[in-house]
C-alpha cells in the first residue's frame, strides 16, 4: 500500500507576527513545528503500512527549513520523504498550494491513499485535502475518526459529522483528512531518530515539477491577502440583573438610548 502524507510545517505559536508590507508570517525567530493535525495523518499511515505492508511517503510543500519537519517524519515512522521548495512555489493561497501538492504526488507514481490533517493551525482553511482531490480526480472523505476496512481499491471509513459519526465506503485511491480522534500518535524511537538523521530528502524545485509557473505560488493564486490583523480588545459586556421583565425594560432603555430601536 503506497501512502501519501502531506504535512506542513507550522509556527509553533499563536502568536505570530505579519510582516505588514507583504501580509505574511515573519518567520525570523519562531519555532516552527508539525501542523499538529498531520501528526495523526503520519501515525495513520504509519499504522497502515505496518499492517498491511508498503510505504509512507510524506510531502510537504515550504521553505528549505521545512525539511525538520520531514526529518520528524522519518523519525515517527516515514519511509520516504520529499521536500517541495522553489521561491516560485512561495506565498501560495490554497488552490496553489493544492495544485503543486497534486502535480507532485502524480509525479511520485503509483499511491492508494493521500492523508491530510483535517487543517492546519495557521492559514486554518482545510481547503487544501479536499481541493487536491478535485485536482486529481479522486475521492475525498473529510474529519475520518476511524479507517475500519481497508483493502484492495476499497475503503471503508467513519468520519464524524456534527450529530455524531457518518460510515463511508469509497474506491480508491483517494484523499482522506483526519480529526485528531483517529489514533494517538507515537512518540520517536531512538532508532527512528537515528535514521531520520542519515535519511535522504528528496527536495524537488519547479525545475523537477515543471509545472506552468502561471499557477504557482503568488502568481498562482487568484485570491490575496489584503490584511491581516489582530482584532481589537472589546470592553466586556454587562450582564442585565433582575426578573426576565426587568432585563427586558433595562434592554429596551439602552437600545432606545443607543438609537437602535
Ligand atoms: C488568500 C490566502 C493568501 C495567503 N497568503 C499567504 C501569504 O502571503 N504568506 C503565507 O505564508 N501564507 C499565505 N497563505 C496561507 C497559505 O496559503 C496556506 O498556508 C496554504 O495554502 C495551506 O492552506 P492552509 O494552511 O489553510 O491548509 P489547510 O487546508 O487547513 O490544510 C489541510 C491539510 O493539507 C495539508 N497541507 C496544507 N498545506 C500544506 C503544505 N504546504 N505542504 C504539505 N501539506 C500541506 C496538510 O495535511 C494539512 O493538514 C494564504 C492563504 C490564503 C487563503
Not at 507515537?186 to 499557477?215: C, F, H, Q, Y
Amino acid at each position: 500500500m503506497n501512502i501519501v502524507v502531506c504535512l506542513k510545517q507550522v509556527p509553533g505559536t499563536t502568536e505570530v507576527k505579519i510582516d505588514p508590507q507583504t501580509n505574511s508570517l515573519i518567520r525570523q525567530g519562531i519555532e516552527n513545528i508539525i501542523n499538529p493535525f498531520d501528526t495523526y495523518a503520519l501515525e495513520e499511515g504509519v499504522r497502515l503500512t505496518e499492517k498491511h505492508g508498503g510505504k509512507v511517503t510524506v510531502l510537504s510543500m515550504g521553505p528549505p527549513q521545512a525539511e525538520a519537519a520531514l526529518r520528524e517524519a522519518i523519525s515517527l515512522g516515514a519511509d520516504e520523504a520529499v521536500l517541495l521548495s522553489d521561491r516560485a512555489f512561495a506565498v501560495a493561497d490554497t488552490w496553489a498550494t493544492a495544485n503543486t501538492l497534486s502535480i507532485a504526488i502524480q509525479r511520485l507514481g503509483e499511491y492508494d491513499l493521500i492523508i491530510c490533517g483535517r487543517q492546519t493551525i495557521d492559514g486554518d482553511t482545510g481547503q487544501v485535502g479536499p481541493e487536491m482531490a478535485e485536482m486529481l480526480n479522486i475521492p475525498f472523505v473529510a474529519y475520518v475518526s476511524k479507517i475500519e476496512e481497508i483493502k484492495d481499491k476499497y475503503l471503508r471509513a467513519s468520519r464524524m459529522v456534527e450529530e455524531g459519526h457518518e460510515v463511508l465506503e469509497t474506491t480508491l485511491p483517494a484523499v482522506i483528512t483526519v480529526a485528531k480522534e483517529i489514533n494517538v500518535p507515537r512518540l520517536p524511537s531512538l532508532r527512528g531518530i537515528m535514521k531520520s538523521k542519515s535519511a535522504a530528502v528528496t527536495t524537488w524545485t519547479n525545475k523537477e515539477l515543471k509545472i506552468d509557473p502561471a499557477t504557482v505560488g503568488l502568481a498562482g493564486s487568484s485570491t490575496q491577502v489584503i490584511k491581516v490583523f489582530f482584532p481589537q480588545r472589546v470592553s466586556s459586556g454587562e450582564i442585565l440583573t433582575g426578573d426576565a421583565a426587568a432585563q427586558v425594560d433595562k434592554l429596551i432603555d439602552k437600545l432606545k438610548s443607543a438609537n437602535l430601536i
